[in-house]
Nanobody, 118 residues
């Protein structure tokens, strides 16, 4: 199973970006899905999480601006980011708890750069 993230880029403050992450492989089940981010010199932090039933939670710093969603048929998770601020600049990683052949562990995507700058 692999996670492939896309959608990063350069955006001006106040702008929007949408990140997507797709899981590929065979015979797997996905549970919670998450987005993390890591800015230079900082620890990786949890941005948003969505459970298999669709419950969501957000870091205080993004609540009200970011929206996480998932498509359980397409095996994708997305992060709609609005009202972006320079402090949102980071590499964003998708993460998911995935069960394969009876074993569940977390998988990581490769990261996508988001830069918010004028």
């Amino acid at each position: 199973v692999q996670l492939q993230a896309s959608g990063g880029g350069l955006v001006q403050p106040g702008g929007s970006l949408r990140l997507s992450c797709a899981a590929s492989g065979s015979a797997f089940s996905i549970y919670s899905m998450r987005w993390y981010r890591q800015a230079p010199g900082n620890q990786r932090e949890l941005v948003a999480v969505i459970t298999s039933s669709g419950s969501t939670n957000y870091a205080d710093s993004v609540r009200g601006r970011f929206t996480i969603s998932r498509d359980n048929v397409a095996n994708t998770v997305s992060l709609q980011m609005n009202a972006l601020k320079p402090e949102d600049t980071a590499v964003y990683f998708c993460n998911a708890d995935i069960r394969v052949s009876g074993w569940t562990r977390d998988y990581w995507g490769q990261g996508t750069q988001v830069t918010v700058s004028s």
